[in-house]
């Protein structure tokens, strides 16, 4: 027997299909920045990354952080964090409608209070065209906004037809010191770039690069390598930490609360 939470996770993937093929339709492949070996992304000064965390014992509520960073010297210039409201369930394929509405709401203050630090291009914790429909939360997010982006994942999201694996990849890093990036396919299309991090020659476990919006796969894979310190390209890095001290935060507020009652 179908349950009402059932039934309405199903209304839901039927009405976010459609959205979701409809907002696809306005995706733009377009490059809008240009790269150069001798010169790499002439006339970008600002980046955006956008990450957001979960607290412990609830559903409720996440954390978003996003923060503005100078390129090329990857100097912070802006962070803030909003702790937002979560009404949609987990649903696997539509996370984008789940999170983009705290994405949006932070992207908003930022238009409202510092203009001046909109980014040229924003550097996503999540996918871009490495999903099942092509349309991850980076695509979602660029299309919103009508600006260029980037998913970047730490984990590789399994789909059916994909070309390999994480354990197969990962074993290919290792093995290999001079691999830089390995193309993912997914039945016939190159949709991503599983990355070598760039945290020393011992650093094998690759991050999975894939374009958003406004952005080609080579603009997005070089565009991540010049960002990045660690694994993790700076500007998701930078945010993700930040997000996780508020969590820890609200966490401990959240436990005070109940020993209390």
Same mark, same amino acid.
């Given at each position: 027997m179908t349950t009402s939470s059932s039934k309405l996770n199903s209304n839901? *993937?039927?009405?976010?299909?459609?959205?979701?093929? +409809?907002?696809?339709?306005?995706?733009?492949?377009?490059?809008?920045?240009?790269?150069?070996?001798?010169?790499?992304?002439?006339?970008?000064?600002?980046?955006?990354?956008?990450?957001?965390?979960? &607290?412990?014992?609830?559903?409720?509520?996440?954390?978003?952080?996003?923060?503005?960073?100078?390129? &090329? =010297?990857?100097?912070?210039?802006?962070?803030?964090?909003?702790?937002?409201?979560? *009404? +949609? &369930?987990?649903?696997?394929?539509?996370?984008?409608?789940? +999170? =983009?509405?705290?994405?949006l709401a932070a992207f908003a203050s930022l238009r409202t209070n510092n203009p001046e630090l909109w980014p040229q291009v924003v550097l996503v914790d999540g996918n871009g065209t490495l999903h099942p429909r092509r349309f991850g939360s980076a695509c979602h997010l660029g299309v919103e906004l009508d600006i260029p982006t980037i998913g970047v994942a730490k984990n590789l999201l399994y789909m059916e037809g994909m070309t390999v694996d994480a354990k197969e990849l990962k074993h290919m890093f290792k093995e290999d010191k001079t691999l830089g990036g390995v193309g993912i396919g997914v039945n016939g299309d190159v949709c991503a770039m599983a990355v070598r991090p760039t945290a020393g020659e011992g650093a094998t476990n690759p991050i999975f690069v894939s374009p958003g919006h406004r952005v080609s796969m080579q603009t997005a894979v070089e565009l991540v390598r010049c960002c990045s310190r660690y694994r993790v390209p700076e500007p998701i890095r930078v945010a993700d930490l930040h997000s996780r001290v508020v969590v820890r935060q609200l966490e401990e507020e959240l436990e005070a609360s109940v020993s209390a009652k």
């Open positions: 839901s *993937t039927v009405l976010w299909t459609q959205t979701q093929a +409809e907002l696809l339709a306005r995706r733009d492949p377009t490059d809008r920045l240009s790269f150069t070996p001798t010169a790499p992304f002439p006339g970008l000064t600002l980046i955006g990354g956008v990450d957001i965390s979960y &607290p412990r014992n609830t559903t409720s509520t996440a954390i978003v952080a996003l923060t503005i960073l100078s390129y &090329p =010297s990857l100097t912070q210039l802006y962070l803030q964090t909003h702790q937002i409201p979560i *009404t +949609e &369930p987990y649903i696997s394929g539509f996370l984008a409608f789940r +999170e =983009s509405p705290a994405y």
